[in-house]
Nanobody, 125 residues
């Protein structure tokens, strides 16, 4: 499984960005795919995730109502639409995938098997 994240950049507070994660190497049936982020000096934290089969989603409280995770099954791509960005959203964002996902573990980074390279998101105030 290979994951290629893209779409990061420098924006001002209140603006939007859309991250993409192109996935390959599997049909991803039964997989969970998620976005995590890590700011300097902080631990990697859960942002959002979905079940590839069925599309069930999960979000961190800090991004609910602002971020939307979605997938395009034909393109094997997962997106993270980020609206009303805040300086606190500044981090390196990673996409990740795990096999045999269950709903209760979507937000646990330690259980993800595959990780893409990160993409930097910087939000200026």
């Amino acid at each position: 499984v290979q994951l290629q994240a893209s779409g990061g950049g420098l924006v001002q507070a209140g603006e939007s960005l859309r991250l993409s994660c192109a996935a390959s190497g599997s049909t991803f049936v039964g997989f969970g795919l998620g976005w995590f982020r890590q700011a300097p000096g902080k631990e990697r934290e859960f942002v959002a995730a979905l079940k590839w089969t069925g599309g069930e989603t999960s979000y961190a409280d800090s991004v609910k109502g602002r971020f939307t995770i979605s997938r395009d099954r034909a393109k094997s791509t997962v997106y993270l639409q980020m609206n009303v960005l805040e300086p606190e959203d500044t981090a390196v964002y990673y996409c990740a995938a795990k096999q045999r996902v269950i709903s209760s573990t979507l937000g646990l980074p330690s259980l993800y098997n595959y990780w893409g390279q990160g993409t930097q998101v910087t939000v200026s105030s």
